[in-house]
């Protein structure tokens, strides 16, 4: 629930700067394909373990069958969602790193207020990562006991209910909401990239708007998040928060890597500051 910062920024290179801006689009990947290997298995290795805990409580034994499957099927659906990061830093050289090539890239800053608004239209999670192990594991297990609570409330209300099928459908709507929040809960590690993300609902395999781009080892599935609608046309202007962009490390002269960022934002978004030059002494090249 935490509030974030007016603007967030998203890293990216010249060519992906250059699609964001043209497009007033920002691509989601699919969360099987970002940066971090372990993405998937922080959350799913917290659940496994919290609920062979649940297995051996004396007070969930009336629900020892449910556990066990909810704990066999723990990370089996994970690859039905899409994330789009942005960072609390506009000029973080771990970040210029990592998302952008060697020869320079580019933060682009959207007001938070915009993807919030443009979340809550799409039906996307907006949410700040966790990198707090003992907060991850209380998340965790509070998800867990609400799934146990709700189930048992059924049960009682409608003694008739055909448990197999009610099992099946708790443990499949448990590995999604699981899934979902492994895009939230994030390593120790990475801590410092002080990470927002859009997460998609469940986007099935065959959904015809996925797309599919070239990475560095094989074809990535990505999906088009729209920056602009009908019903929350601002994003580059809103809650007294404009549109910024830090011009990243390159080899270029300060002066005329930041004059090329004012063309571009002036003649696809009629913008013509907010424009900054990296601090950071890195080079790459």
């Not at 066990?68 to 969602?81: F, N, Q």
């Amino acid at each position: 629930m935490e509030k974030p910062p007016e603007s967030l920024y998203h890293y990216t290179s010249p060519g992906g700067i250059i699609g964001i801006i043209t497009s007033e689009k920002i691509w989601a990947t699919n969360i099987r394909y970002l940066n971090d290997f372990k993405e998937l298995v922080e959350a799913s290795d917290i659940a496994l373990t919290l609920l062979s805990d649940f297995i051996q409580d004396t007070d969930y034994s009336d629900l020892k069958e449910l556990l066990i499957e909810m704990r066999e099927k723990v990370g089996t659906t994970a690859s039905r969602y899409y994330v789009c990061s942005f960072s609390e830093d506009k000029d973080s050289l771990s970040q210029w790193r990592a998302y952008c090539p060697p020869t320079g890239g580019y933060a682009l800053g959207i007001p938070s207020a915009q993807l919030s608004l443009l979340a809550q239209e799409s039906n996307w999670y907006f949410v700040k990562c966790v990198y707090d192990e003992s907060l991850s594991r209380k998340i965790i297990k509070e998800i867990i006991e609400s799934f146990l609570n709700e189930y048992r409330k059924i049960v009682k209300k409608h003694q008739s209910e055909d448990i197999p099928e009610l099992n099946s459908k708790v443990v499949s709507n448990f590995q999604l909401y699981i899934a979902k929040i492994g895009g939230v809960i994030k390593n120790k590690a990475f801590e410092r990239e002080e990470e927002w993300r859009l997460i998609s609902p469940a986007i099935v395999e065959s959904d015809r708007s996925i797309k599919f781009r070239v990475g560095k080892s094989g074809v990535i599935p990505y999906f088009e998040f729209p920056l602009i609608t009908a019903e929350n046309p601002n994003w580059t202007n809103l809650s007294n928060t404009s549109l910024k962009l830090t011009v990243g490390p390159n080899p270029q002269p300060d002066a005329e890597a930041k004059l090329a960022a004012q063309y571009l934002l002036t003649r696809y978004l009629d913008i013509s500051s907010g424009i900054v030059h990296s601090a950071i002494p890195y080079r790459s090249w």
